[in-house]
T-cell receptor, first 116, second 108 residues
Framework: SAVISQKPSRDICQRGTSLTIQCQVDSQVTMMFWYRQQPGQSLTLIATANQGSEATYESGFVIDKFPISRPNLTFSTLTVSNMSPEDSSIYLC?????????????FGPGTRLTVL | DAKTTQPTSMDCAEGRAANLPCNHSTISGNEYVYWYRQIHSQGPQYIIHGLKNNETNEMASLIITEDRKSSTLILPHATLRDTAVYYCIVQGTYKYIFGTGTRLKVLA
């Protein structure tokens, strides 16, 4: 298993500003993922972040809006840039652990972002 | 990745079995069925997964039909703390694609 922490746990931000969310894992992992969960909705994958390579973004998400860093095997950041109220969501990171050929994802507690 | 279809919501009496269905008619042979749940907007929590055989662990049982086009998650004795959104995910690549999930409400 993996223990994942995120900072901040919540924040209230002004329109036009940027927020960087940190994700820390207690073990080394190759694959990390960032999700967005808008109010009352399911989780939507933003991007996959592998250490040593550029993040891979899903359709509808771009690097200029959601730049991601992955400096080592235990840490990643997601920045929400030039925020608008539509960016108000919970942002979650997760890691993929493979055991016996089976993938399992472990999720962080999430960062609740409100944009005014 | 295959798409999943789940009922939007379900109620279950406390102490009774909760049976949550999931349709995944486009599943391919190497794709696993995973179940997660999310309580009060916390991070999703793993419950169980399977490929073609039925599976059971301390939390739940997973019944997969022979043609693998649908599955049912069974919580044998639901408690109030099982109230959550339950997601059925079909995973072939490393990515999880979440559907809308089923909001299960366990009633006292």
């Amino acid at each position: 298993s993996a223990v994942i922490s995120q900072k901040p746990s919540r924040d209230i931000c002004q329109r036009g500003t940027s927020l960087t969310i940190q994700c820390q894992v207690d073990s080394q992992v190759t694959m990390m993922f960032w999700y967005r969960q808008q109010p009352g909705q399911s989780l939507t994958l933003i991007a996959t972040a592998n250490q040593g390579s550029e993040a891979t973004y899903e359709s509808g998400f771009v690097i200029d809006k959601f730049p991601i860093s992955r400096p080592n095997l235990t840490f990643s950041t997601l920045t929400v840039s030039n925020m608008s109220p539509e960016d108000s969501s919970i942002y979650l990171c997760s890691v993929d652990l493979t055991s016996g050929g089976i993938n399992e994802q472990f999720f962080g507690p999430g960062t609740r972002l409100t944009v005014l | 990745d295959a798409k999943t279809t789940q009922p939007t919501s379900m109620d279950c009496a406390e102490g009774r079995a909760a049976n949550l269905p999931c349709n995944h008619s486009t599943i391919s042979g190497n794709e696993y069925v995973y179940w997660y749940r999310q309580i009060h907007s916390q991070g999703p929590q793993y419950i169980i997964h399977g490929l073609k055989n039925n599976e059971t662990n301390e939390m739940a049982s997973l019944i997969i039909t022979e043609d693998r086009k649908s599955s049912t998650l069974i919580l044998p004795h639901a408690t109030l703390r099982d109230t959550a959104v339950y997601y059925c995910i079909v995973q072939g690549t490393y990515k999880y694609i979440f559907g809308t999930g089923t909001r299960l409400k366990v009633l006292a």
